[in-house]
């Protein structure tokens, strides 16, 4: 088979950690299947002799640009050429026509967009994956929404036209999955919608990935032993500041790493994704002191999960990051920014941990979680590895792989 992966990216290691997940769960059902991958950051930051076993595939705006208007090609390519010969570190004219040129191969379509499809996300981050869906559907290639969060459609100014444009392409996808019950909801009830399922995160759903099924060589995995006891991490996102009151927030961080300290923990400070920042922030409240570190190391998604082991428990407001421990064994305090946070929680009966700082809420609730949660991380743990276990036993992979191997043969009639 091929099959394209949209709307993952390196940046945010949740995205990376869901093209990781799809790419295992692919070759596992078919080790030669051949996997294209169309990054939503920057193309050019993938090296010519990365490890990865995916074809990279630039997908940026002027590609959709090519594909849509067949009037502007030629003329297109001529311009790219000439622009490499002044920059040759310009996008070679055979790059820019890749996705054109690709689509008509494929077998399938599987977007891993964590949030993509809502108004609180960018105009063309919502227009690239309902373009990916009308693509493919013209070629009649299968698309799959892989597990993730939609909703809230309240669009407006030059987004205006959305909720049409999500009315008329969603019922082209073969299948679509829901994370949360609000975005089924809002899918089944506000557009009509048949096609759509609700199933767990992904990475929740199944085993860690084989590294062989995604790279030419072994993952480096060194990352920082603790030498330290009765370690929490500390885990934030920028999107709680952007959403929030940023000096409300650091003044809960204060409250939350008092209340650590003074229950003789060792508080570790760290990134799961783009959020140093905000680590440094946190880290600044109480400057030089020997319980609180910050750690400024970028981890991948496979550092992560080894170095998130070495915890009790987590406070953190990055999803993946809590996706992630939880597939560890490893609790969380979530002090998040959306309702998928508290629906990821319930999932393993760990909701009265979860909290939404952007919305009024009372700052001592959060502290006697933080209380509960130390007094009971041992019992947490146990909770959240029987969810586990639970939740791998209805993966949704076998269903989509149905999906794919029936369009196929459909194709080849």
């Excluded at 557009?191 to 860690?208: H, K």
């Excluded at 952007?242 to 939350?256: F, V």
């Excluded at 508290?342 to 941990?353: C, D, K, P, S, V």
Aim: glycine share 6%; charged share 25%; with cysteine.
């Amino acid at each position: 088979m091929k099959i394209l992966i949209t709307g993952a990216q390196f940046g945010n290691k949740g995205a990376q950690s869901l093209l990781f997940t799809v790419m295992d769960q692919l070759r596992r059902q078919d080790a030669d299947t051949e996997i294209y991958y169309t990054p939503v950051d920057n193309y050019k930051s993938y090296a010519p002799d990365h490890p990865f076993r995916f074809h990279l595939i630039f997908g940026g705006r002027d590609a959709h640009r090519y594909e849509t208007h067949p009037e502007l090609r030629e003329e297109m390519l001529a311009n790219q050429a000439e622009r490499r010969k002044q920059e040759p570190t310009a996008l070679a004219p055979e790059v820019l026509s890749g996705l054109h040129r690709l689509l008509p191969q494929l077998d399938g379509v599987l977007d891993v967009s964590g949030y993509a499809l809502t108004s609180k996300m960018a105009d063309f981050a919502n227009r690239r994956l309902l373009w990916h869906i009308a693509e493919a559907a013209r070629y009649g290639i299968p698309v799959i929404l892989l597990p993730q969060s939609f909703g809230p459609f309240h669009y407006a100014g030059e987004s205006a036209d959305l909720p049409e444009r999500i009315r008329e392409t969603l019922p082209l996808a073969a299948r679509i999955y829901a994370r949360e019950p609000e975005g089924y909801q809002l899918l089944t009830e506000e557009f009509g919608l048949s096609n759509v399922r609700q199933a767990p995160d992904l990475v929740l759903q199944t085993e860690p990935p084989d590294w062989r099924n995604l790279m030419t060589r072994e993952p480096d995995l060194r990352v920082p032993r603790l030498e330290t006891t009765g370690n929490v991490g500390v885990i934030p996102n920028t999107q709680t500041f952007l959403h929030g009151d940023e000096r409300a927030i650091l003044s809960l961080y204060r409250e939350l790493l008092a209340e650590l300290i003074r229950r003789g923990r060792q508080i570790w400070i760290f990134r799961h994704s783009e959020d140093l920042e905000p680590c440094k922030a946190i880290a600044a409240l109480f400057p030089d002191h020997p319980q609180v570190h910050l750690v400024e190391e970028e981890f991948s998604c496979f550092g992560y999960s080894a170095f998130v082991r070495q915890f009790d428990y987590i406070i953190a407001s990055r999803f993946h990051a809590v996706v992630h421990a939880y597939r560890e064994g490893i609790p969380a305090v979530i002090p998040g920014w959306a309702v998928k946070y508290r629906e990821l929680a319930a999932l393993l009966g760990q909701e009265a941990y979860a909290f939404d700082i952007t919305e009024r809420f009372d700052p001592r609730d959060l502290l006697r979680a933080v209380e509960r949660m130390d007094e009971r991380f041992r019992e947490e743990r146990d909770s959240i590895a029987a969810g586990i276990s639970r939740l791998r036993k209805h993966n949704c992979f076998p269903q989509c792989w149905e999906i794919l191997e029936r369009a196929k043969k459909e194709r080849r009639c």
